[in-house]
């Protein structure tokens, strides 16, 4: 491995890490769908958005959305790395009193751009931040994480229709395809196929990834815009509960919490000293 | 209303570049003169409320100001949970403006009656609702809530509302304006209704009962103050709303009344029952099925009489 895709890597065992964790000290959900996307955050905030956790909120920021807010632990996780704001407080996860609730929330929390939870809101956001940036002639791109259940959403849709409509070659949507919903997999409850597709029918220029290699990952990323005039989406096929092998592929990881002994294991398959 | 409004935003967006209007494919022949004049601040997004107020606030959070404009429920129940989390939580600077309060749209039917819009708008922390009650109290509303930070919902009714101010009152966000005096009761009115009441003022007067009208321009915050003074001043309160009885003005003034501890000020609302108005007419044919008509909202002072109420 070169240097870079060992930061990566690391970067990524260190959320997946802290993901578990804070999942198993609050009994809390999500814990597959925060390790789904976990690679691709490292590649983001290890090289790619134009972030500063001295400065929060410096105007040329890079926009980061997470609209599939309940993968949450996996940014504060990242937050936390990059010095947003103390490591200890990832401890406190949904505890009384606690600044991290169980889908990101941006009040209080430096670094995380908006607060979501309802999907379907991250992309329209997107938008209205992209415009402005267009039209204030702003260098700052804005970046937008949706899940796949979220393409189920009208108001996704109506976003999608939106941005190439707008030319926002400065917006890019990154969707974590890993291919289970909230109560079934994506072909089960509502197939997506074709995805990149229907995107790119849209007006979008797309490109598929395996959304856990971490070469694929940035080449991708740093390839924005795709095409000048046309935002960008990345259809990034991950696995759900990735990294921990009784998590993979599993709904169940969706709402169960790991136990002590499953919290073991999972950080000795991931290499990491409890 | 709505021609007040388009007017007067053009004219504060020439003297603050960060005011947007975005609209949900509505207001032909309304906002046509903004997008002449500041196309790049214009955008009509389609018939997607949802997308627009998302929008709304994704420009707020860079800065601008923005205005979302639509009819009836379109830009507030269609698009109700962007309101509530895009824009209520993130205190983003959106102005929601509906055209068609009330029955404006009468006779298009139930689905462009905005008859539960305040409640629903009142109920959402951050946000400020407000609902002028002609076109002067509507030019006035929409320089305030510019200068108001934050999420704002302003109900406007339709187009040729006649004038009730002669000049121009004094407008604060959050304070009544006391449209005519008297001691005997007072009425409280909220939105385009404000005329109607007035007039059932006037023919009080005419039979000596002296009622005060308050324009409740503002729902929320709502000025108690106004309210306690009618409360001390005058025999009993009337509310008057175009609006469903539930959660509008009535409410938040019975809640202000029921929290006194020696009240024993007589209280009436007169609104909208709970029920889907299922009648096609006028708007001024709907307003008279629901009590809301000039004679119909003097009838229910009249009835007041002879209970120690009114003279």
């Known amino acids: 491995?070169?240097?870079?895709?060992?930061?990566?890597?690391?970067?990524?065992?260190?959320?997946?890490?802290?993901?578990?964790?804070?999942?198993?000290?609050?009994?809390?959900?999500?814990?597959?769908?925060?390790?789904?996307?976990?690679?691709?955050?490292?590649?983001?905030?290890?090289?790619?958005?134009?972030?500063?956790?001295?400065?929060?909120?410096?105007?040329?920021?890079?926009?980061?959305?997470?609209?599939?807010?309940?993968?949450?632990?996996?940014?504060?996780?990242?937050?936390?790395?990059?010095?947003?704001?103390?490591?200890?407080?990832?401890?406190?996860?949904?505890?009384?009193?606690?600044?991290?609730?169980?889908?990101?929330?941006?009040?209080?929390?430096?670094?995380?751009?908006?607060?979501?939870?309802?999907?379907?809101?991250?992309?329209?956001?997107g938008c209205g931040m992209a415009l402005a940036g267009k039209h204030d002639s702003q260098p700052h791109r804005v970046f937008v994480l949706l899940s796949d259940g979220e393409c189920d959403e009208g108001s996704t849709w109506e976003a999608v229709l939106f941005a190439p409509h707008h030319h926002l070659d400065n917006l890019t949507a990154i969707i974590d395809y890993n291919k289970i919903q909230s109560f079934g997999t994506v072909k089960e409850v509502l197939d997506l196929e074709p995805l990149a597709g229907k995107w790119r029918v849209f007006g979008w220029a797309v490109q598929e990834i395996d959304g856990h290699d971490y070469t694929q990952i940035e080449n991708a990323l740093k390839g924005i815009p795709f095409e000048l005039g046309k935002p960008s989406c990345i259809i990034a096929h991950t696995t759900k509960g990735k990294g921990v092998s009784f998590m993979e592929n599993q709904l169940a990881w969706h709402y169960k919490s790991p136990n002590d002994e499953q919290l073991r294991q999972a950080l000795a398959e991931l290499g990491v000293p409890e | 209303m709505r021609t007040t409004f388009i007017h007067t935003l053009i004219d504060c967006a020439r003297a603050n570049e960060r005011i947007w209007l975005l609209v949900g494919d509505l207001g032909y022949s309304v906002v046509e003169p903004f997008r002449e004049e500041f196309p790049d601040r214009f955008i009509n997004v389609g018939v997607a409320e949802q997308n627009m107020t998302g929008i709304a606030t994704g420009l707020a959070l860079s800065g601008k100001i923005v205005f979302t404009y639509s009819i009836a429920n379109f830009p507030t129940l269609r698009c109700l949970e962007q309101i509530r989390n895009d824009v209520c939580y993130h205190r983003a600077n959106v102005k929601i403006v509906a055209v068609g309060g009330g029955f404006a749209y009468s006779a298009q039917g139930m689905t462009h009656h905005a008859t539960e819009d305040l409640a629903i708008m009142r109920a959402l922390p951050n946000m400020t609702v407000v609902a002028p009650g002609d076109p002067v109290e509507t030019a006035l509303a929409t320089r305030a809530i510019i200068e108001w930070p934050g999420p704002c919902y302003m109900r406007l009714g339709k187009a040729q509302e006649p004038v009730v101010h002669k000049t121009s009152p004094d407008f604060q966000i959050g304070k009544a304006i006391v449209v005519r005096d008297g001691s005997d009761v007072t009425l409280i009115a909220t939105g385009g209704i404000l005329f109607n009441t007035v007039q059932a003022a006037d023919e009080l007067a005419q039979q000596g009962i002296q009622a005060r009208v308050l324009s409740m321009h503002t729902l929320k915050p709502l000025d108690t103050e106004a309210v306690l003074a009618a409360a001390q001043q005058t025999k009993a309160i009337i509310t008057v709303e175009e609006h469903s009885l539930i959660g509008g003005l009535g409410s938040a003034v019975a809640e202000v009344l029921a929290e006194l501890s020696n009240s024993h000020t007589t209280f009436r609302r007169i609104g909208i029952k709970d029920e889907f108005c299922q009648q096609v007419g006028s708007q001024e044919y709907l307003r008279g099925i629901y009590g809301l008509s000039v004679d119909s909202i003097a009838d229910a002072i009249k009835s007041l009489v002879g209970r120690g109420i009114a003279p």
């Not at chain 1, 590649?43 to 400065?55: A, G, Q, T």
């Not at chain 1, 309940?70 to 401890?91: D, S």
């Open chain 1, 1 to 125: 491995m070169n240097d870079d895709l060992v930061k990566f890597n690391n970067l990524a065992i260190k959320i997946r890490a802290h993901a578990l964790c804070m999942t198993h000290k609050a009994n809390a959900s999500h814990i597959g769908t925060s390790l789904s996307i976990a690679d691709i955050l490292a590649v983001l905030y290890e090289s790619i958005l134009h972030v500063d956790p001295k400065r929060p909120t410096w105007p040329d920021r890079d926009r980061f959305i997470l609209s599939k807010g309940h993968g949450c632990a996996a940014l504060y996780a990242v937050l936390a790395e990059r010095g947003f704001f103390a490591k200890e407080w990832l401890e406190t996860y949904c505890q009384d009193g606690s600044h991290l609730a169980g889908h990101i929330t941006s009040h209080g929390v430096p670094g995380a751009e908006v607060s979501t939870g309802s999907l379907g809101h991250g992309l329209p956001i």
